[in-house]
């Protein structure tokens, strides 16, 4: 209690401290010029973004300064007071010129209102190789709509195509070589739990995703969780005036269907929305194990496969109403609505082997699994801005979210012996319920105001209430009762309360070529896990400081230094907490561990980035030491049977460089090219207690090319490659894979036909080797990766996807930009 007051008097200073500092900072005047303004559809008024803007001298039209705008179709230019002309310029929209007059100060221009040349155009489609993604002060911005390969996919496979990005065999995913990232949907936490990645992901169909933000060292802004970093996942929503939309359907190999609508009407200050798509997937994988066990006593190999088929069926409604209750304010209120179902058949082969590798006895165990899960969101959010749109602005949110899984396998186990002859006395027959509730409430205010024209402050609380109440039940059949009777030891249930409460500031400083921003987060975290069978409740409540600051130095126009620090904690999740015993398979078990502490990261990165004008480059190198992590790691009970947990190592280690190097050809080639070479280094013990370090050096490249031939179709290709990655007791081996998409733009476009090959060659496969000082594991998992899926988009009212018309040159960013 001392310590929580102490970190709060702490806290309270230090925010003393920086409204002093930000009091001292008004007095400085750097003698620049800033100019705002918004550049919208003329007549529709819809914001245009990655509008090209370039201010020029009159005399000889040379550049003085340039960007591309942002979210909304705003942007920001600075340059010395004088004269100049300012270019306005998007694909598909005619050039505007304007002179302008700038004095010491901020000059705001408004809306700036582009004209349409599509009915000048006629036929003649007006295109450009869309540029992959755009840079800010603490984010890379990645435009989805224009990624082909992934198109009819899921938002997972949609992940997959971009660079920093992995997925594992489980669909769990990291970034630059690290776990624990965070998922947001439309900026916010979802109620599933984050070590459920791959249900929160394959509930969004690909189509329906308009960008991705990358946040690999989020600041004081972002709640702390999430050592990886963040992804923020932006669905598509329109705003165009009149009754618009749009229809999409795709079919894939494999029985693999989707289809879904997009809904909008605007009229004057009233928008509304509505978006619904539907899934079905028919997926099989394949595993296979082999473990040598090295004590005496027991069977010395263990070689085991499986195969599944699943069949997974998905409905997701999205709807939302938006009213402007004046030109600076408006109120939001939202709701979505998804439900999931999945019938899965899986049959496991288990052979024990004796030391010539010939058959001691065998397992045969069918699995037969029915699955629902219901999830639903309702939110309302309000926004002020002040009417001279330079910045100062309130946002508000209260969002509440429930998720409830019901989920039922039935297990027909035969026992075979070393002939090869089933044993009718040893089968066996189980049920395995797994019902589980989940429920999210999120309160949020966020406040910003210039000082200054150079000088910003920023504030905001949020609170995030969350519960889980998770049980499993399993029967075994009693042959001579003739009835299932409930096995007690794996039978279980756990219910987790995790309260966390915080507030944080923010002060954003440019001094001429020099730019910063310093951030304090303060987080209350209070945890209660409570376990009904033995009555046990662990309570664990703590708060902690999360320090942010990021440097830029703008060396010259188009080439920046950033470095930037963050704190970062990881919080234990469900799936490693909960003490059930997984019992899908008696010779690979999982158990949770409730005494699990958050481990914490500092995280530094040191960037360069450079512009040309067909070439962008940023080169960066990172290193993230956290104390206290949370490892899985591998043990073995009365000498048989593997079993997965989690504990709290010492420390771990991770140091790399990125590359990423964007190249335009022409308006119609560009390419990307990403490199991340890393170290890692995990110092831990093992679930016995007996101390290791395994470290080793690792590396991911990704190209993704975009070729157009104008008037008839676009070509994008994706190839990716993973090198080793360590894990506390061993490493997963590379994983190589090539995508391939073709588009074109039909019926005068407002059509769009799309064809695309994930896993060309095949070679998606995962191998995970596991030493430990009593047995030795090699475990391959291959699931359904190489889909043809053929796309078919149509849109009508006006309807576009803001990706269509990006510029080809369009590698500045938009407000806040760098690039």
């Given amino acids: 209690m001392n310590k929580n007051r102490y970190q709060i008097g702490l806290l309270t200073k230090t925010v003393l401290t920086i409204l002093s500092l930000m009091i001292l900072f008004n007095t400085i005047s750097v003698g620049q010029s800033v100019i705002r303004g918004k550049v919208v559809e003329e007549g529709t008024g819809s914001p245009l973004e990655f509008s090209n803007i370039s201010l020029m001298l009159p005399a000889d039209s040379s550049m003085v300064s340039g960007t591309v705008s942002g979210q909304g179709g705003r942007f920001e230019l600075q340059a010395q007071p004088g004269n100049y002309l300012l270019r306005v310029g998007f694909i598909g929209y005619e050039e505007l010129w304007q002179e302008v007059s700038l004095e010491r100060g901020t000059k705001n221009l408004g809306d700036i209102e ?63 070589g690290s776990g624990s990232v965070e998922i947001y949907i439309n900026g916010r936490p979802t109620n599933l739990s984050s070590d459920d990645t791959e249900s929160i992901l394959e509930q969004y169909p690909a189509d329906a995703i308009e960008s991705v933000e990358l946040i690999t060292n989020p600041s004081a802004r972002y709640a702390a969780e999430g050592v990886g970093g963040i992804i923020n996942i932006i669905l598509k929503e329109q705003r165009l005036q009149g009754f618009n939309g749009q229809v999409q359907t795709s079919a894939g190999t494999g029985h693999k269907y989707t289809t879904g609508v997009n809904l909008n009407y605007r009229a004057n200050r009233l928008n509304v929305f509505t978006n619904y798509s539907y899934q079905y997937r028919q997926l099989w994988e394949e595993n296979q194990s082999f473990r040598r066990y090295y004590d005496e006593g027991v069977s010395p190999f263990l070689d085991q496969d499986y195969s599944t088929t699943s069949w997974n069926q998905g409905h997701l409604l999205r709807s939302g109403v938006e009213y402007e209750l004046n030109p600076q304010s408006s109120l939001r209120l939202y709701t979505n609505l998804n439900f999931r179902s999945r019938d899965r058949e899986r049959l496991y082969n288990i052979r024990n082997l004796n030391m010539q590798q010939e058959l001691d ?86 406040y910003r105001r210039p000082i200054h024209d150079d000088l910003n402050l920023e504030a905001g609380l949020r609170s995030n209430i969350r519960f889980w109440d998770l049980e499993q039940i399993f029967n075994e059949y009693d042959f001579e009762n003739g009835q299932f009777e409930q096995d007690d030891w794996i039978t279980n249930q756990f219910r987790y309360d995790r309260d966390v409460h915080a507030a944080y500031m923010i002060v954003q400083h440019r001094l001429g070529q020099f730019s910063y921003q310093a951030g304090l987060r303060g987080e209350f975290t209070a945890t209660d896990s409570f376990q009904p069978a033995i009555d046990s409740t662990i309570t664990n409540n703590y708060f902690n400081l999360f320090p942010s600051l990021f440097l830029n130095y703008e060396i010259s126009k188009n080439q920046d230094v950033q470095v930037n620090y963050s704190r970062r904690v990881r919080r234990p999740r469900t799936g490693a907490l909960m003490p059930f015993i997984n019992a899908q398979d008696f010779y690979n078990l999982r158990i949770g561990n409730p005494g699990l502490e958050p481990a914490f990261t500092n995280s530094f ?215």
């Fill in 114 to 176: 582009l004209f349409s040349l599509a009915e000048q155009l006629g036929e003649v489609t007006v295109e450009a190789a869309a540029s992959l993604f755009r840079s800010e002060f603490d984010r890379r911005i990645f435009n989805l709509e224009n990624t082909i390969v992934a198109e009819g996919g899921t938002a997972l496979q949609m992940l997959e195509t971009l660079p920093s990005i992995q997925v594992d065999e489980e669909g769990n995913l990291t970034m630059r």
């Fill in 605 to 819: 990165e040191l960037s360069y980035l450079r512009g040309w004008e067909n070439l962008f480059l940023s080169a960066s190198t990172y290193y993230r030491h956290t104390e206290n992590s949370i490892s899985r790691v591998f043990d073995l009970i009365d000498d048989r049977y593997a079993v997965v947990t989690w504990i709290n190592s010492d420390t771990r280690r991770n140091l790399g460089v990125e590359l990423v190097n964007q190249l335009t050809f022409s308006q119609n080639a560009d390419m990307t090219l990403t490199g991340n070479f890393f170290h890692s280094e995990i110092t831990s013990r093992n679930a016995a207690g007996e101390p290791y370090t395994n470290s080793n050096y690792s590396w991911t490249t990704s190209l993704l090319g975009n070729f157009r031939i104008p008037n008839w179709f676009s070509l994008q290709m994706m190839g990716s490659y993973r090198g080793p990655i360590v894990v506390p007791q061993g490493s997963i081996k590379p994983v190589f894979s090539f995508n391939l998409g073709l588009r074109r733009n039909i019926m005068q476009q407002n059509a769009t036909v799309s064809l695309s090959i994930s896993d060309l060659f095949n070679t998606r496969r995962f191998v995970l080797e596991t030493d430990d000082v009593r047995f030795g594991q090699e475990r391959r998992f291959e699931r359904e990766s190489r889909v043809i899926t053929l796309s078919f988009t149509y849109r009508f009212g006006g309807y576009r996807d803001r990706g269509e018309t990006r510029p080809s040159d369009g590698m500045n960013g938009g407000e806040d930009g760098l690039y």
């Fill in 361 to 446: 006895s065998m397992f045969v165990r069918l699995l037969e699994e029915d699955q629902s899960r219901d999830n639903y969101e309702v939110g309302l959010s309000y926004g002020w801005q002040a009417s001279s749109d330079n910045g100062h602005r309130l946002d508000a949110q209260l969002s509440f979210s429930h998720d409830t899984q019901d989920r039922i396998e039935y297990f027909d186990q035969d026992f075979f012996d070393h002939q090869n002859q089933q044993v009718v006395e040893r089968r066996s027959l189980q049920t395995y319920e797994r019902p589980r509730t989940s429920q999210l409430l999120l309160a949020q205010l966020d």
